[in-house]
């Protein structure tokens, strides 16, 4: 009776994983990916199954909202050895983690010509690792200071000046707050990344083998700690996150905000008489003679180890982020494509009147740490600087070395 009542529970689970073929013949091809709703990522599955001339067909299979839910789904039908999963939309700090774990597939020969091709160069260093590549960048998305232009006629070029800027305005009772994401997830690293690097430093060394920190890291800590602690902090800092900055700056309190490219068309439809001044800037530098680094964020296409069409998979993810489908994305997802002649696109530049701006961003970007144990030198950054108002720069960063060196000692598939 024990093997009977099993059954119903055994079929459920392989009803799950469904079957290589379609019942018209074709070829099942399941894409996990972030939930769109735009409806551009639907948009690219059924153009790219329409374009396989009936070989294959692709599902998109949509992931939970937050990234941790992302990758934990992932992480368990991979580590079942799932074989309905074929193509997975990886954040970028995942593809080392994947790939050390062996659940994605290595790309080579024509299909890894294909996938650089043309492709800018940041956002595929976050596809690679241990000089191999295993996803081809999907999209990307960087950071500028956006500002309000009738509080600043020109904007700050660095973080010492901005902080000047919004006391300025603070002594005049003029709207002076600074938004930035400064809860305790990340966002707080990518900023804590993002100055180190345009300080000159690095979290980790060149071989990713141990951190690297240093009088650069020491000097982001003091920025974050400089503006928590100044007139340009928002109340909300220890809490705000990528979309509270946004409301705040179109609820008129703000003079800067640190976000990305989202906010405009948001500002439009939400403040149209605010978004009359509204404009935007590079990331402030640290060092007015050196340029600014921020961080790149964006999704990178990769293929399950477990696939049984591997090569059918290669093929439709290259499809997936082609031109066309690229551009769809940027128009209608607001997400920057990771083709370089696409930002030369007049339709794109119509829509993305920053596009000049973000390129040159993203050409001069940083990446987060590129190591399989990115999930907990992320956890050690964060938990360390919240609240920003509590960093004792020196301290906070001996804190996130010890904590690093804990993580890269680890082994296996970080949790």
Request: proline share 8%.
């Amino acid at each position: 009776m024990r093997a009977f009542a099993v059954l119903p529970l055994l079929a459920s689970v392989l009803s799950g994983c469904g079957g290589d073929d379609a019942q018209d013949g074709r070829i099942t091809l399941n894409w996990y990916n972030f939930p769109d709703d735009s409806g551009a990522l639907q948009q690219a599955a059924d153009k790219c199954s329409q374009a396989s001339g009936g070989r294959y067909r692709i599902i998109y299979n949509r992931l939970p909202r937050a990234a941790d839910g992302q990758r934990e789904q992932l992480v368990r039908r991979l580590a079942a050895e799932d074989t309905s999963v074929d193509i997975m939309g990886l954040d970028v700090t995942w593809a080392a983690e994947f790939a050390e774990a062996r659940w994605i597939r290595e790309w080579t020969g024509q299909v890894k010509q294909q996938a650089t091709e043309g492709t800018l160069r940041v956002p595929l260093q976050t596809a690679t690792w241990k000089d191999k590549l295993y996803a081809v960048p999907y999209n990307t998305n960087t950071q500028l200071l956006w500002y309000r232009n009738d509080l600043v006629p020109t904007p700050p070029r660095t973080w010492g000046e901005m902080l000047d800027m919004a006391r300025d305005l603070a002594q005049q009772d003029r709207p002076h707050l600074v938004e930035i994401q400064g809860a305790q997830y990340e966002g707080l690293t990518v900023w804590f990344n993002s100055l180190v690097n345009s300080a000159g430093g690095s979290i980790l060394n060149a071989g990713a083998t141990e951190p690297s920190l240093g009088p650069p890291a020491v000097r982001a800590a003091q920025i974050m700690r400089d503006l928590a602690n100044s007139p340009a902090a928002d109340p909300s800092l220890p809490n705000q996150m990528e979309d509270q900055n946004r409301l705040a700056m179109e609820s008129g309190v703000a003079a800067f905000e640190i976000n990305y490219p989202f906010v405009y068309p948001s500002m439009k439809a939400n403040n149209p008489k605010l978004f009359k001044n509204f404009r935007w800037a590079p990331y402030p530098r640290v060092d007015a003679d050196r340029p600014s680094r921020p961080t790149i964020g964006g999704i990178d296409l990769a293929v399950s180890a477990y696939s049984r069409n591997s090569g059918l998979a290669f093929e439709a993810a290259l499809c997936l982020r082609n031109r066309e489908n690229q551009l769809t994305a940027a128009l209608k997802g607001g997400l920057p494509p990771t083709m370089r002649s696409l930002y030369d696109e007049p339709s794109f530049i119509r829509d993305y009147p920053f596009a000049k701006d973000v390129l040159a961003a993203l050409e001069s970007a940083s990446v987060r740490p590129i190591t399989p144990a990115y999930q907990n030198v992320s956890i050690a950054v964060s938990h360390t600087l919240s609240p920003p108002a509590a960093i004792s720069p020196q301290s906070s960063v001996d804190t996130i070395r010890e904590q690093i060196d804990q993580a890269l000692e680890s082994e296996g598939v970080i949790p």
